[in-house]
């Protein structure tokens, strides 16, 4: 049901069982939640995570992949599509393993993520929720050709955290891919 997508250097694919320990870790680093929620996450909290990506493919109909780098089958984090109840649009997102960090791969994994979504969903734009210290994600955005629009509370485990809303309408997509 998860269709699998390759780039370059990457394997996008729906989670295995072994990926588990991997992504426990990733999101018990505070470096790696420092903007996704602001603390470490439980071994128990990372399962319930990684359960609703899973289960976010049958509600939605996409969702995120695991990210594999093809050079050593390493599980070095998630990328895809989100769009939980109430959020503020289809959102292109990617959390990677700090080991991971700085070589490219957020990119590459997003870059095909949001070509995937302009191709296979009805939608005339794409976002991207970036805490608005997050430097490094929004090197990313810039590199996608997304824009920043205005902050606003987001909402996630009944928290409200400000997120700066980048986007990239279809036809912004367009151009850049020709």
Not at 143 to 171: F, H, M, N, T
């Amino acid at each position: 049901m998860i269709p699998r997508l390759e780039t370059e250097r990457l394997i996008l694919r729906g989670y295995r069982p072994e990926d588990f320990e991997a992504f426990a870790a990733f999101m018990a680093d505070p470096d790696v939640t420092r903007y996704l929620h602001g603390q470490p996450m439980a071994r128990p909290d990372a399962w319930r995570l990684l359960a609703a990506s899973i289960g976010h493919w049958t509600l939605r109909g996409y969702g995120t992949w695991a990210v594999e780098r093809k050079s050593d089958g390493a599980f070095i984090g998630r990328a895809g599509l989100v769009n939980p109840e109430g959020w503020p649009g289809l959102e292109v997102g990617w959390t990677l393993g700090k080991p991971y960090w700085g070589h490219g791969y957020a990119t590459e994994a997003a870059r095909a993520s949001l070509h995937y979504a302009f191709l296979t969903q009805p939608i005339d734009q794409m976002i991207s929720c970036i805490d608005p210290a997050n430097e490094a994600s929004q090197a990313v955005a810039l590199r996608l050709g997304e824009s920043k629009g205005a902050c606003r509370d987001i909402v996630i485990g009944g928290k409200a955290y400000a997120a700066d809303i980048w986007s990239i309408s279809r036809a912004e997509w367009r151009a850049q891919s020709a």
